[in-house]
């Protein structure tokens, strides 16, 4: 075996999940994660949630604590920018400092927000999420009777939105699409939110889009078809964009995402790709998928330390997604974009709960479920096993989900 140390270029989720599996797989080799944040390897779910809130504290966002890593053999090299791999070298240069041999590298370089170009983008105040450093910068405009103008009414947005409205800010979502969340739910959830939020004094303008920004030197104005919006703080949120670079300068195969097969390889043998960059074939969907989600970046760790440390590999799950809004969780499971019939149980116009389900050709494929734990739980196992499902039964709350099968 080479004496040349396993990279991983990114300290991101996936990142801290891949230390942490090779230690449990009792990887021997020397393990070096170099990332262009200050922090050790942390979750970002909470960034538009508790830790937005308040409600947690910093070190409650690490993946591990740090002294794991030097526990586990692993060299954090934090504020450090890959700049390039040199795949013939086996070596990847960074922007500042030295050059560094790998044996295998895995690449779990997540993905940035998508960039808005229009006039005054780059004016202060106009912000977007991603960071801890972000989450800094917006909290403290979270004042009551403050005015904050989200662009983008996708789950991020939202999950600001509500932590915003819940500290007396005076908050308005644009959203370009017809209808909130678009890309990840149904037009049934999507109302039932769009419902939620105004319930909660938050404004929602869909089917509106933004042309610019207006302000001296700071934001004031956000201008959209016909209206011109007084802001003190603008939070964009229209999406993410998979930091692939890296593997395409390299000459590495990049569709959406970083091409990796089901084992995460990429057609180079002793580089991986993992997390929002990889476009993985996902053997239980029968296709390429870039998830953006954390269970997925987990997943993907895991399946990789197997692999390297040459063991069976652990099958991948029913792909999920989870968001907190108010008192409201919802859990998302399967893909429901092929569906041919869609089933509700409960009343998506009265309360908080209730679940859609997404079947093509009798099939479960997808469950959205709003404050309905067992019937997020159940969707999971039955999409996995490709189960025929009753839609009688699957719509009557009377009957329990483990009777829905055919
Ligand atoms: P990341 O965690 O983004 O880590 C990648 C790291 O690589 C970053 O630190 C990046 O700066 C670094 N990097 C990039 N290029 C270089 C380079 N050239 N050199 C060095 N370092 C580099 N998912 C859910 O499932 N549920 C949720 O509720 C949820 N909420 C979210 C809320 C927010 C606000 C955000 C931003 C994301 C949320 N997600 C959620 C998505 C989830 O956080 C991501 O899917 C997950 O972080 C992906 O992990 P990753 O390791 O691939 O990427």
Same mark, same amino acid.
């Given at each position: 075996?080479?004496?040349?140390?396993?990279?991983?270029?990114?300290?991101?989720?996936?990142?801290?999940?891949?230390?942490?599996?090779?230690?449990?797989?009792?990887?021997?080799?020397?393990?070096?994660?170099?990332?262009?944040?200050?922090?050790?390897?942390?979750?970002?779910?909470?960034?538009?949630?508790?830790?937005?809130?308040?409600?947690?504290?910093?070190?409650?966002?690490?993946?591990?604590?740090?002294?794991?890593?030097?526990?586990?053999?692993?060299?954090?090299?934090?504020?450090?920018?890959?700049?390039?791999?040199?795949?013939?070298?086996?070596?990847?240069?960074?922007?500042?400092?030295?050059?560094?041999?790998?044996?295998?590298?895995?690449?779990?370089?997540?993905?940035?927000?998508?960039?808005?170009?229009?006039?005054?983008?780059?004016?202060?105040?106009?912000?977007?999420?991603?960071?801890?450093?972000?989450?800094?910068?917006?909290?403290?405009?979270?004042?009551?009777?403050?005015?904050?103008?989200?662009?983008?009414?996708?789950?991020?947005?939202?999950?600001?939105?509500?932590?915003?409205?819940?500290?007396?800010?005076?908050?308005?979502?644009?959203?370009?699409?017809?209808?909130?969340?678009?890309?990840?739910?149904?037009?049934?959830?999507?109302?039932?939110?769009?419902?939620?939020?105004?319930?909660?004094?938050?404004?929602?303008?869909?089917?509106?889009?933004?042309?610019?920004?207006?302000?001296?030197?700071?934001?004031?104005?956000?201008?959209?078809? !016909?209206?011109? #919006? *007084? +802001? %003190?703080? /603008?939070?964009?949120?229209?999406?993410?964009?998979?930091?692939?670079? =890296?593997?395409? $300068?390299?000459?590495?195969?990049?569709?959406?995402?970083?091409?990796?097969?089901?084992?995460?390889?990429?057609?180079?043998?002793?580089?991986?790709?993992?997390?929002?960059?990889?476009?993985?074939?996902?053997?239980?969907?029968?296709?390429?998928?870039?998830?953006?989600?954390?269970?997925?970046?987990?997943?993907?760790?895991?399946?990789?330390?197997?692999?390297?440390?040459?063991?069976?590999?652990?099958?991948?799950?029913?792909?999920?997604?989870?968001?907190?809004?108010?008192?409201?969780?919802?859990?998302?499971?399967?893909?429901?974009?092929?569906?041919?019939?869609?089933?509700?149980?409960?009343?998506?116009?009265?309360?908080?709960?209730?679940?859609?389900?997404?079947?093509?050709? !009798?099939?479960? #494929? *997808? +469950? %959205?479920? /709003?404050?309905?734990?067992?019937?997020?739980?159940?969707?999971?196992? =039955?999409?996995? $096993?490709?189960?025929?499902?009753?839609?009688?039964?699957?719509?009557?709350?009377?009957?329990?989900?483990?009777?829905?099968?055919?």
């Amino acid at each position: 075996m080479s004496a040349d140390p396993l990279v991983i270029i990114g300290a991101g989720q996936a990142a801290g999940q891949l230390v942490a599996s090779l230690a449990q797989e009792g990887f021997a080799g020397d393990v070096i994660v170099v990332g262009d944040e200050p922090h050790p390897p942390y979750q970002r779910p909470p960034l538009s949630k508790k830790f937005l809130a308040g409600e947690i504290e910093l070190d409650r966002l690490y993946v591990k604590p740090e002294a794991f890593y030097a526990k586990a053999g692993t060299r954090l090299m934090l504020d450090t920018r890959v700049a390039g791999i040199d795949r013939q070298a086996r070596a990847i240069v960074s922007e500042a400092g030295p050059t560094l041999r790998y044996s295998t590298l895995v690449i779990a370089t997540g993905s940035r927000p998508r960039a808005l170009t229009l006039p005054g983008a780059d004016l202060e105040g106009v912000m977007y999420l991603r960071t801890i450093a972000d989450v800094e910068a917006i909290r403290r405009y979270l004042e009551p009777g403050r005015r904050l103008v989200i662009v983008g009414g996708g789950y991020i947005g939202l999950e600001l939105a509500a932590v915003a409205a819940k500290r007396g800010v005076l908050v308005t979502v644009l959203e370009q699409a017809p209808r909130v969340m678009a890309r990840g739910v149904g037009s049934i959830v999507s109302a039932f939110y769009e419902r939620l939020h105004r319930e909660e004094g938050v404004m929602i303008a869909t089917g509106t889009a933004v042309l610019g920004f207006e302000g001296n030197g700071r934001v004031e104005h956000v201008i959209c078809d !016909g209206a011109r #919006i *007084a +802001a %003190d703080l /603008v939070v964009v949120g229209v999406g993410a964009i998979p930091n692939t670079e =890296l593997a395409r $300068e390299a000459g590495l195969a990049v569709d959406n995402g970083i091409v990796v097969d089901a084992q995460c390889r990429t057609q180079d043998p002793v580089i991986h790709a993992i997390g929002d960059c990889a476009s993985q074939l996902h053997p239980l969907l029968d296709q390429r998928l870039r998830l953006e989600s954390v269970h997925s970046a987990l997943d993907q760790a895991r399946m990789t330390a197997a692999a390297i440390c040459g063991r069976p590999q652990p099958l991948l799950q029913t792909p999920w997604f989870w968001s907190d809004q108010y008192d409201v969780k919802l859990q998302m499971a399967g893909l429901s974009a092929t569906h041919d019939k869609v089933v509700v149980r409960g009343d998506p116009d009265r309360g908080r709960s209730f679940a859609v389900f997404y079947l093509r050709q !009798g099939v479960l #494929i *997808a +469950a %959205d479920a /709003v404050n309905r734990a067992p019937e997020f739980m159940m969707s999971k196992q =039955l999409i996995a $096993e490709r189960a025929q499902v009753d839609p009688a039964k699957l719509g009557d709350e009377q009957v329990a989900m483990k009777e829905v099968r055919l």
